[in-house]
């Protein structure tokens, strides 16, 4: 916990304490690990399932608790909803957003705070529309067989409606004067007061997906049909081309835009629709919004055939669709280093390309992918005497077999083979004085430049996976518990360690090497040799990687069992670990420092980054008539807390506020100052 302080005294020593106050007045840095960017992808690497709009701004939700905003429908941003879990509907009214998802998950926001809300179901939540001083949620059966519909005013406090139907239902919406909800096999209810809710004949047996209201018509969406309705009541099929799965439908600007499983279809009458051709057929849209003049639409996107990320699209006319995500999409980046002025991630190769994922950026903000790649899986990267070393394997087409890959660059940027023909897969390099050590299986090589290497023996049978150096001395680990020493990279030998867990990851950070691996295992060593289980009590998630700088430790790892988000850990000598939330649910696999800030990787194009370091300064201004003024001067959007004692026993702190700062610096003003002979004021990071 961070913090500075000032003293006041009462008003007959004010003018000897201004003077005191202006030498004494102090500046600290706040937890910047509390905070983290999302890099890439942007703005969220889920997919993301629905898109309302409200308040002048977008908002679509998705899977991992996703969320991502805009005001405009070009330029999106994502948000902390507070929850691990997946969203799959979003709906704006009286004057909140309110989201569902799995296990009866809700949530509702300003636009800016998300809070979870008590639903009183456990029943997956599909679909949610407002109408008539009311929000609707809908979803599937509940543990006891019954219909999920709940109601809310303020989206808030949740109640139960009632329906003798017993089916799953996805989509809720309302015309103005009644609600219409569908699901599975066809079911269609309808609805004057969100309360009692009445079955209708929908004329067709399909399980329907979406629903929208306009222009005097209902329409539904489901298989490749399309059902409307003038009233809720009656309804007839309509048949569409292409023959794509329909998920999702919105109505604005006069006209209705239908979406699914690589199809976009528009009609101004819910009759006769028209097929828009954005370009691919990878995309699967999931949901659809209007609003000023724009209409968005949110799903995922398979990129490269392994994996789907989140899509947004926006069309003003709905002919041309622009997508709105950006970053790079390579499926798992498996390890990062940093040198000379240089982040660098790689990664998985791309399974149609067979290139190495390798992503550069020189702030940790911006990143891009090098013209060239070489073929393979990259497994780590290090940097040393002004190049980078990347090491991991690929499949030898003449041969079929599985061999590793070295290739080195000195700026990230151009690459080149590195390797001799018989290089065995390998996992993870490191560099210290002056040599090169590359580790996978039972193997070890050594080189002085990135271009020469020779094979050394590890005379171990456990495979190995990590390497680093401090204090003079190489350290390696594996499989089983396995820790390997050596001073020059020739001649290792085996150290106990008292576990016959994996260790995936290990570093050495001011004097100290910190081994982490499964079941949350974390050994610190000072001279190598001897090891101490830290007896971590993080044991429900595996731990990749580690890194250090800035004073701390960072253990990366799986997505906790228990809170969903991704692991991340942090701890300022190895020993004492204190847990971050990241605001991501990937698998986080390698971490660096460098430019003052962390830089995490992962599955799913995952980056992100540490906030700066940012610092605090509380300064006295004076007692004044109103009371005691004071000013807090940090970065616009830093949170912190104002407290104030009567002694320094650091006992009886009491919090006179808690404030983010609007601007740089902000001024508070003590009105119960008067009240005490002596007064210390203290600023707080969260």
């Not at 949740?158 to 996805?170: G, I, P, R, V, Y």
């Not at 018509?217 to 309804?235: E, H």
């Not at 940790?364 to 005497?385: E, F, M």
Request: aromatic content about 10%; overall charge negative.
């Amino acid at each position: 916990m961070k913090r500075c302080c000032v003293r006041t005294p009462s008003r007959a020593g004010a003018l000897a304490a201004g003077f005191f106050l202006s030498i004494l007045g102090l500046s600290a840095t706040a937890d910047a690990l509390d905070q983290w960017y999302r890099r890439n992808p942007l703005p969220t690497a889920d997919a993301l399932n629905g898109v309302t709009y409200g308040n002048n701004s977008f908002v679509a939700v998705g899977l991992g608790g996703a969320v991502a905003s805009s005001s405009d429908g070009t330029n999106w941003v994502s948000q902390n909803s507070g929850t691990s879990g997946d969203l799959f509907g979003v709906a704006f009214g009286n004057g909140v957003f309110v989201a569902v998802g799995a296990e009866g998950l809700i949530v509702s926001s300003d636009g800016a705070n998300w809070s979870v809300r008590n639903s009183g179901s456990d029943a997956l939540l599909n679909g949610v529309t407002y109408g008539g001083d009311t929000f609707v949620a809908v979803g599937d059966l509940d543990d006891f067989g019954n219909m999920t519909i709940l109601t809310s005013s303020d989206g808030v406090t949740w109640a139960s409606a009632t329906s003798d139907a017993a089916e799953s239902l996805t989509a809720v919406t309302y015309s103005g004067r009644t609600f219409v909800a569908v699901g599975e096999g066809g079911l269609i209810l309808t609805s004057n007061d969100a309360l009692t809710w009445t079955a209708v004949d929908p004329g067709a047996q399909l399980d329907l997906n979406g629903i929208a209201y306009g222009n005097g018509n209902f329409a539904a969406v489901g298989g490749s049909a399309i059902l409307t309705s003038p009233d809720g009541s009656t309804w007839s099929i309509r048949n569409v081309n292409p023959t794509n799965v329909l998920y999702a439908i919105a109505f604005g600007d006069g006209q209705f835009v239908a979406g699914g499983a690589g199809v976009i279809l528009t009609s101004t009458n819910a009759i006769e629709w028209t097929g828009r051709d954005w370009g691919t057929t990878a995309l699967t849209i999931w949901g659809i919004a209007n609003g000023n003049g724009t209409f968005s639409a949110v799903g995922s996107v398979r990129a490269g055939g392994a994996f789907a990320a989140s899509a947004i699209l926006t069309s003003t006319d709905t002919i041309t669709w622009v997508s709105r995500t950006s970053g790079l999409l390579d499926q798992i980046y498996y390890g990062v280093a940093y040198g000379n002025g240089v982040f660098l991630a790689v990664g998985l190769e791309d399974v149609a390309s067979g290139t190495a994922a390798i992503a550069r950026s020189a702030d940790g903000v911006t990143w891009t992918r090098p013209d060239s790649l070489p073929t393979a899986t990259l497994s780590g990267v290090a940097h040393g005497d002004g190049l980078f070393v990347a090491v991991g394997s690929f499949m030898d087409t003449a041969t079929t077999q599985t061999v590793g890959r070295i290739v080195t660059s000195p700026d990230g940027v151009v690459w080149l083979d590195r390797g001799p023909p018989s290089t065995p897969a390998l996992s993870a390099v490191a560099h210290g004085n002056g040599i090169f050590v590359a580790v996978g299986g039972t193997n070890i090589l050594t080189s002085t430049n990135g271009f020469s290497w020779d094979v050394e023996s590890s005379g171990t049978t456990n495979g190995l996976r990590a390497v680093s150096y401090g204090i003079g001395l190489f350290v390696a680990t594996g499989l089983r518990g396995t820790i390997l020493t050596s001073t020059n990279g020739e001649s290792w030998t085996a150290r106990p360690t008292g576990t016959s867990g994996a260790l995936n990851g290990v570093v050495c950070g001011n004097g100290r090497f910190v081994a982490v691996g499964n079941s949350g295992i974390i050994l610190t060593s000072d001279d190598g040799i001897n090891w101490t289980n830290s007896n971590s009590v993080f044991t429900n998630t595996i731990l990749y990687g580690v890194t250090y700088g800035g004073g701390a430790f960072i253990a990366v790892g799986f997505p906790s069992i228990s809170s969903g988000y991704s692991t991340m850990l942090s701890s300022p000598d190895g020993v004492a670990w204190s847990e971050r939330i990241p605001g991501s649910v990937k698998t986080l696999r390698g971490a660096a420092y460098g430019q003052g800030t962390f830089v995490v990787v992962g599955d799913q194009s995952t980056i992100l980054q540490s906030a700066p370091q940012a610092e605090f300064r509380l300064t006295a201004n004076g007692l004044r008539l109103a009371g005691f003024e004071l000013t807090v001067t940090s970065a616009p959007g830093d949170r912190y807390r104002l407290q104030a004692a009567t002694n320094l026993n650091g006992t009886f702190w009491i919090d006179l506020g808690v404030f983010t700062n609007t601007v740089t610096a902000m001024p508070f003003t003590d009105a119960t100052a008067t009240s005490f002979s002596e007064r210390f004021y203290r600023v707080v990071t969260p």
